[in-house]
């Protein structure tokens, strides 16, 4: 049996040279009992290769039961795969035999496999190796001759890495990777996909045909297809059971694809990959600020004590930190010896003001908001408004400035 003869009989449409590629393997392997690890995106359609693989094996006459690792609690995920004996838990009324058991000479198909509990999956490995297994509360060796085929939506070699997957098992069950390629590595695909799914619609629903105008066409191959096939098949139904002009244009496609644009900001600092910085970093940023400019005020505030009140060589050696910490200081020369003079909307400073004695607690605001706006215009102004530097300058993502400055309406 050819690709196209495999395309015709479980109902797959493309071209891709991807798909095709991943059809070839499944073809090559099916006639062996080799266990098979089937990678790709959620709704990608990998479920239809492990049945490719069954029908076209020798087993094709036994059973072949799938298994949503994922959708099974914890803790009966034991009981439902190997069974378990009367009694050996709460609600164990009666023996109940496991998938192992009951699929003996066919295939199991575990979808999700990822989601497996760690005591599980060495359960599992003991399988792959030998066949034997155990039923839960049962210390009688069971014999089963099964096919595994595997699947998951995430990097298993990253689980293995991180602790979450068992090395062993991982190498046991991916014997022979088969990798199903998204919808968005197949934009050849999509429009013969849509016109298939639409043309089954139309006759479901006895409603009139539907056609694409050429933009429309565009945007459908243009599109990232973030719930592959599945995605498609759902906005191709909502197209043909809404949609009253049955000649769809780029324009009414819009209300059924989600907008991607607002996603579409930059996630990096310098080219890294980092994670995006939160809220809490920036307050930290703000804060250790505060805490520097509180212990820099200490230090001015001691020296002009320590000088009775004569600031002139103070403002002289801090001019550029002073204009830092406060926007209404002015330095302004008198005669050869520059003077602090504070501006104040109420009240004004007589010339004999004693600053070691009779100096006025002027209280400074400490609201992080405020903080954090004025370290922001300052970032931004520094800079002459160009927010990747300013966002750099601050220690955050131009994303986060984005966000602040749209919050904060600066």
Not at 63 to 88: M, Q, R, W, Y
Not at 133 to 155: C, E, M
Not at 291 to 318: F, P, R
Not at 333 to 344: A, G, M, Q, R
């Amino acid at each position: 049996m050819d690709i196209q003869d495999i395309k015709n009989r479980f109902g797959i449409i493309g071209n891709s040279p991807l798909l095709n590629r991943a059809i070839d393997i499944a073809r090559q392997v099916a006639p062996t009992d080799m266990s098979v690890l089937i990678t790709g995106e959620s709704g990608s359609g990998k479920e239809v290769f492990s049945h490719i693989i069954h029908q076209m094996s020798t087993r094709k006459h036994g059973a072949f039961i799938a298994v949503n690792c994922g959708a099974i609690p914890e803790g009966t995920i034991d009981s439902e795969l190997f069974g378990h004996e009367k009694g050996s838990f709460t609600g164990a009324h009666e023996a109940r035999k496991g998938y192992f058991e009951v699929a003996n000479g066919g295939t199991i198909f575990l979808d999700e496999v990822a989601e497996l509990p760690l005591g599980t999956q060495a359960r599992l490995l003991r399988v792959l190796e030998s066949g034997e297994y155990l039923r839960v509360g049962s210390s009688k060796v069971q014999k089963t001759d099964v096919r595994i085929i595997a699947a998951t939506n995430v990097d298993v070699y990253n689980q293995v890495k991180s602790g979450k997957f068992r090395e062993d098992l991982y190498y046991r069950l991916n014997t022979v990777p088969l990798r199903i390629p998204a919808l968005h590595e197949r934009k050849e695909d999509v429009y013969l996909l849509f016109r298939k799914f639409a043309a089954d619609f139309s006759d479901k629903y006895r409603s009139p045909g539907i056609q694409l105008e050429p933009d429309a066409i565009q945007m459908l191959s243009n599109y990232s297809w973030p719930g592959n096939v599945r995605q498609l098949k759902n906005i191709a139904e909502q197209i043909c059971v809404l949609e009253k002009d049955r000649n769809v244009t780029a324009q009414a496609l819009l209300k059924y694809i989600p907008n991607e644009q607002a996603n579409n900001l930059p996630m990096a600092i310098n080219g890294n990959s980092k994670e995006d910085f939160s809220e809490r970093d920036i307050l930290y940023k703000v804060l250790f600020d505060m805490k520097k400019d509180m212990v820099e005020l200490k230090k001015l505030v001691a020296e002009i004590i320590q000088n009775g009140g004569n600031t002139a060589h103070i403002v002289a050696d801090n001019p550029q930190y002073i204009n830092q910490l406060y926007q209404d200081v002015d330095l302004q020369p008198l005669n050869s010896e520059p003077t602090l003079t504070i501006k104040h909307p109420t009240t004004s400073i007589p010339s004999d003001f004693n600053y070691a004695h009779d100096a006025e607690e002027v209280e400074e605001s400490l609201s992080l908001v405020d903080k954090e706006s004025d370290l922001i215009k300052k970032a931004l102004k520094k800079h002459k408004g160009k927010r990747k530097f300013a966002a750099q300058e601050l220690g955050i993502s131009e994303r986060t400035l984005y966000r602040k400055i749209k919050e904060l309406n600066l």
